[in-house]
């Protein structure tokens, strides 16, 4: 009864993953420092996307209002804040978010990190961070972690995926192992993404910035991702509207049939 049980979730699970709608693949990172110029980013973009990023800079700027806002025009939320602290204070942040209707909230910390934030989150779907996308090997071992990144990875997912969460913020350079050693029981939202168009297709020049382990569009869901966080490629973009709509056909290439 057990294993029908379990399979029967992972059968949904995937169902839904399935269905999820084109415009809500790509979550477009609003990383800019008022809330007028993100505003403004929603309005000329919400024609081809639905999923918009509100990460820390934006939230001490606008704090809930610019979420509410953001969700009254009928698009989702991820709240990128990244919650690390002592377990107590995590899960009173998490119960912060009930009732404003965010989808994801990323959380990064240990195992009773973790759970704190599970065991408060109400309907928001918590993600866990994995490595920052912004650190490469040479990182992780200044840091004195004794395992390369893709073993980090996966052991961070594998817990976070036996505490509750509902998925991870992993490079999609480590997205294949965690879909063939976790399966589709977890999201898996991947940063760093970087087109692969040419500066006059895009406007955006080289993509050299402070993202080490980057990855194309359509690796990063023939890999296994579930959604992709874009931000600084949308925004210097000559055409965004262009540029969200190649990248979406990329995705629906990518996606399995």
Known sequence: MGDLSSSLKTWITLVKKVSIPIEKRIIVALDVASVEEAKAWVKRLEARVRFFKVGLELFLAGWFDIVDWILDRGSE?????????????????????????????????????????????????????????????????????????????????????????????????????????????????????????????????????????????HEAFRNGADHVVVGRPIRNASDPLELLRKMQEEIQEALPV
């Not at 919650?83 to 965010?102: C, I, M, N, W, Y």
Request: charge should be negative; aromatic fraction near 4%; glycine fraction near 10%.
């Open 77 to 217: 939320v991820m709240v990128d804040l990244k919650f690390f602290d002592v377990p107590e204070t995590v899960a009173s942040a998490v119960k912060q978010l009930r009732g404003h209707g965010v989808t994801f909230a990323t959380v990064h910390g240990n195992d009773k990190i973790l759970r704190a934030a599970v065991e408060n989150k109400g309907e928001t779907k918590i993600l866990a961070v994995t490595v920052l996308t912004s650190l490469d090997q040479a990182d992780i071992d200044s840091l004195g972690f004794r395992c390369d990144v893709p073993e980090l990875v996966f052991s961070r997912a594998e817990r976070a995926l036996h505490i509750g969460c509902d998925g991870v913020v992993s490079s999609g350079l480590e997205a294949p192992r965690l879909r063939k050693g976790l399966g589709e029981r977890l999201l898996i939202v991947v940063p760093g993404v970087r087109p692969v168009y040419n500066d006059t297709e895009t406007g955006g020049g080289s993509w050299s910035d402070d993202q080490k382990r980057t990855i194309t569009i």
